[in-house]
């Protein structure tokens, strides 16, 4: 039997058309109204074709799950219904009803938003395990908002009146009404195409009927006016509802909220992020990366290439993370916005949106790479596995720890996103083209590619250990391409097939192909080598965080002067994540780190069971996504051994 093995160039793969779009892995061709135009080279798998085996992931997956199965409808919804004055309330009526407070309270002008949210996570969800719970709580949630809909009238649909959108037009001071806007349309789209709500498609159309009626009078000086405000994503929602449906009207709506002042300077490639709010910025790109796949604007994929890019060179810390209080700022002085308001979630989730679309562009290991570090590092560790409340920010400060959300009080954005990503972790472990299937992360799992007749199934303890063994299913003998990434940060890769070691010639960096006809009970066992390394920041030396393979470890430096040994947001707050007082203690404030930097393991020792190390001074390293409830260290203050 023949086996070949090979470096993929990646420029010589499948250039077809693809009709599946990568925004929405697996969804049913017969949904997609307009073809993409744009050539990929590779597709993900639907989250409906890839399961979760045991792991970490399923156990965030299960915990995330329990917390949205545990939110009411009726109180989801209060703010719908009073702003549109229906109320079809349980035993009692309104007043009776306990209202959700904090950014879903009737006060807060991003109301709304975390029902978008969640009607997206619920439809994740459901794709993601196969549980008809979460269909119904999604189809409960699309059922009444179409009854406010109608109450409305215009198509018009919202927590908060359209006095919020008119202000917007007027250049008046307002929260952010089309960002939730947003996250209602994705919300309804997801519904759709995830868990086949005809009816939800329906109400996105008339919302979007409504917002061409509303925006097409105005004129250029209001259009830009107006933009001045966050509105997040929704042109990416005008332009996935206009593949959807192709009507011109809504790609007009996407067109229309076009930021000149944003884009413009990327197309020039001038990395002229200043101190802009980045978690608004990012959509904005994502909004181009879907108008160069339905049009092939070549301009709209050089803009998105040269934003990832920057962001992941230049504006990213050593969990994949990217901001500080929300906001870019000067990278020059990188060191000296290790403060304890960086890393806000919602960034890396678009940018793990905006990495898998250049994947399917064309595949490189080093947007797989970038994906597997925010994925692990931050994402993962963004869930406190006790509660399953999650954080806004990542904090870099020495001696901060991760602040958590409040079960009914908090839900910011940073929650509604959170519903989402713990529950879409399958969605980019294997992707395929007519060539072959690709493995890109090392997770529990197992993939069914019927179009084959083949299954797949991962087992690894990744990445506690080294080794990730595939074992193959298939209906009948099946020639193909298995495509291993071999990672950036990984030793010498040992790959073997039925326990024959196979010579792999290739670099980190690359993929591995693996031709041949695979039958039934087939396996190919992988090894991955891990080492400690250190990476410091661009603008000091003497400040590093250590990293095993591709995962953030930080010291664990205990509670002493903690407000509360779990500790949580305040409920009475609204943004309390962006003043929390840490209260470090001075003896804290500064971690030393004495370490020979290009052999730190010297430095170190292993510590038996899990993933742990043990510094010379004694303080104790785990992966950050494992250190919760406490004081950690991410980047060191490094001195030499």
């Given at each position: ?422 529950a879409k972790y399958a969605e980019a472990i294997y992707y395929h083209n007519a060539e072959g299937i690709y493995v890109n992360l090392f997770i529990p799992s197992e993939v069914d590619w019927r179009e084959k007749g083949m299954t797949i199934r991962q087992e690894t303890a990744f990445p506690a250990g080294e080794q990730a063994t595939f074992t193959v299913s298939v209906e009948r003998p099946v020639r193909t391409t298995l495509f291993l990434r071999y990672p950036s940060w990984s030793g010498k890769m040992k790959v073997t097939v039925n326990g024959k070691r196979i010579s792999v010639r290739q670099k980190p960096g690359t993929y591995v192909a693996i031709e041949r006809e695979w039958k039934e009970g087939d396996r190919v066992e992988v090894t991955c080598p891990m080492e400690l390394r250190i990476e410091t920041t661009p603008d000091d030396p003497s400040r590093g965080a250590l990293l095993y393979g591709p995962i953030v470890l930080a ?87």
């Amino acid at each position: 039997m023949k086996r070949i093995i090979k470096v993929i160039v990646l420029l010589c793969l499948c250039t077809g058309y693809l009709q599946a779009q990568s925004v929405y892995p697996g969804r049913s061709e017969e949904k997609m109204k307009v073809e993409m135009q744009a050539p990929v080279q590779v597709r993900s798998f639907g989250l409906k074709e890839v399961r979760l085996l045991p792991s970490r992931f399923r156990e965030n997956m299960m915990c995330d799950s329990a917390w949205m199965v545990s939110i009411e409808v009726n109180r989801l919804l209060h703010s719908f219904r009073t702003m549109a004055g229906v109320w079809a309330g349980r035993e009692g009526g309104y007043e009776s009803l306990k209202k959700y407070g904090g950014w879903e309270s009737l006060d807060c002008e991003l109301r709304g938003h975390t029902t978008g949210h969640l009607l997206s996570a619920y439809a994740l969800m459901y794709a993601s395990t196969g549980s008809e719970v979460f269909r119904l709580k999604g189809d409960s949630i699309v059922s009444e908002l179409a009854k406010v809909q109608e109450v409305l009238g215009s198509g018009y649909l919202s927590a908060f009146p359209e006095n919020l959108i008119n202000r917007n037009i007027r250049g008046e001071s307002v929260w952010a009404p089309w960002y939730t806007l947003h996250k209602l349309l994705a919300g309804l789209m997801d519904q759709y195409v995830h868990a086949d709500n005809r009816q939800a498609l329906e109400m996105a159309e008339k919302m979007g009927r409504w917002a061409y009626d509303k925006l097409k009078p105005l004129d250029e000086e209001t259009r830009r006016r107006m933009l001045r405000n966050e509105f997040g994503g929704v042109n990416e929602a005008f332009y996935n509802l206009y593949a959807l449906t192709a009507d011109e009207r809504y790609r007009w709506l996407a067109q229309f909220f076009y930021h000149n002042d944003v884009i413009d300077p990327l197309k020039e490639n001038r990395d002229d992020l200043g101190t802009k709010h980045t978690n608004t910025f990012i959509p904005k790109i994502l909004a181009e990366a879907r108008n160069y796949e339905l049009t092939g604007s070549k301009e709209s994929r050089a803009v998105a290439d040269f934003f990832w890019h920057t962001m992941v060179d230049h504006h990213t810390f050593a969990p994949g993370c990217s901001s500080q209080k929300e906001h870019f700022f000067d990278t020059k002085k990188f060191s000296h916005f290790l403060n304890g308001y960086t890393g806000e979630t919602c960034c890396t989730y678009n940018m793990l949106k905006l990495s898998r679309h250049l994947f399917c562009w064309q595949p490189d290991v080093r947007v797989a790479d970038y994906y597997e570090r925010a994925l692990y590092n931050h994402i993962l560790g963004q869930q406190d596995p006790e509660t399953g409340m999650v954080c806004y920010f990542l904090p870099m400060l020495t001696g901060a720890h991760k602040v958590y959300s409040t079960k009914e009080n908090s839900f910011w954005c940073c929650v509604g996103s959170g519903f989402e990503n713990h529950a879409k972790y399958a969605e980019a472990i294997y992707y395929h083209n007519a060539e072959g299937i690709y493995v890109n992360l090392f997770i529990p799992s197992e993939v069914d590619w019927r179009e084959k007749g083949m299954t797949i199934r991962q087992e690894t303890a990744f990445p506690a250990g080294e080794q990730a063994t595939f074992t193959v299913s298939v209906e009948r003998p099946v020639r193909t391409t298995l495509f291993l990434r071999y990672p950036s940060w990984s030793g010498k890769m040992k790959v073997t097939v039925n326990g024959k070691r196979i010579s792999v010639r290739q670099k980190p960096g690359t993929y591995v192909a693996i031709e041949r006809e695979w039958k039934e009970g087939d396996r190919v066992e992988v090894t991955c080598p891990m080492e400690l390394r250190i990476e410091t920041t661009p603008d000091d030396p003497s400040r590093g965080a250590l990293l095993y393979g591709p995962i953030v470890l930080a010291g664990e430096l205990g509670t002493e002067g903690m407000q509360h040994p779990a500790p949580y947001s305040n409920p009475e707050l609204r943004n309390d994540y962006y003043t929390y007082d840490y209260r470090i203690p001075e003896s804290l404030k500064r971690a030393v780190l004495r370490v020979d930097a290009r052999h730190p393991a010297g430095s170190l020792e292993r510590v038996e069971g899990g993933l742990k190390f043990r510094t010379k001074e004694g303080i104790v390293v785990s992966p950050l996504y494992e250190v919760h409830r406490q004081r950690y260290v991410v980047y060191w203050n490094l001195e030499d051994f």
